[in-house]
T-cell receptor, first 110, second 112 residues
Framework: GQQLNQSPQSMFIQEGEDVSMNCTSS?????WLWYKQDPGEGPVLLIA?????ELTSNGRLTAQFGITRKDSFLNISASIPSDVGIYFC??????????FGAGTQVVVTP | DGGITQSPKYLFRKEGQNVTLSCEQN?????MYWYRQDPGQGLRLIYY???????QKGDIAEGYSVSREKKESFPLTVTSAQKNPTAFYLC???????????FGPGTRLLVL
């Protein structure tokens, strides 16, 4: 079946550093979504990508839809303490089904 | 405010008991979804519904049941047949094109 690999699993960074995470798939996706989840809460949509090569920003967040349509990355610039949480990627295939990565746990230290 | 609400926030289930988790949305979305989240894992799809009075099994539907009698509501019942129900349950909804999904705050189910 389809595999969606998200890396890294976790990262410990200092406040002010940039963060980068990515997701790769064995199959082509038509949409990539990036979510952030705080402990005990539901995921919140950060960025949605709909076209190969698309680069979209949302404040300090930037995400790109890979040109092969099999990958996507999310960058967080100048991290702050409230960036802590779990970041999920999700890809939608041609059948309309959404598949989620296992998440990247981000810990920000002062 | 528009959004998705789930209740209760925490739910306790005894052995052999069925419990129902509520999910309501006022976003006028056609599609609604139920996911299960276990520690260190991605979200797994339990059931989804693209229109009222219709729903489809997801990847892990065994031991669960749903109904979709109203556009706004998509309750999930965790039956006694679900042997490992302890998890965080997330409801989501999306527009007709299903390009994005928006999540509720979740319900944590614990077995006594």
């Amino acid at each position: 079946g389809q595999q969606l690999n998200q890396s890294p699993q976790s990262m410990f960074i200092q406040e002010g550093e940039d963060v980068s995470m990515n997701c790769t798939s064995s199959s082509i996706f038509n949409t990539w979504l990036w979510y952030k989840q705080d402990p005990g809460e539901g995921p919140v949509l950060l960025i949605a990508l709909y076209k190969a090569g698309e680069l979209t920003s949302n404040g300090r967040l930037t995400a790109q839809f890979g040109i092969t349509r099999k990958d996507s990355f999310l960058n967080i610039s100048a991290s702050i303490p409230s960036d802590v949480g779990i970041y999920f990627c999700a890809g939608r295939n041609s059948w309309g089904k959404l598949q989620f990565g296992a998440g990247t746990q981000v810990v920000v230290t002062p | 405010d528009g959004g998705i609400t789930q209740s209760p926030k925490y739910l306790f289930r005894k052995e052999g008991q069925n419990v129902t988790l509520s999910c309501e949305q006022n976003l006028n979305h056609d599609a609604m979804y139920w996911y299960r989240q276990d520690p260190g894992q991605g979200l797994r799809l339990i059931y989804y519904s693209q229109i009222v009075n219709d729903f489809q099994k997801g990847d892990i539907a065994e031991g669960y049941s749903v109904s979709r009698e109203k556009k706004e509501s998509f309750p999930l019942t965790v039956t006694s047949a679900q042997k490992n129900p302890t998890a965080f349950y997330l409801c989501a909804s999306g527009g007709a094109r299903e390009e994005t999904q928006y999540f509720g705050p979740g319900t944590r189910l614990l077995v006594l």
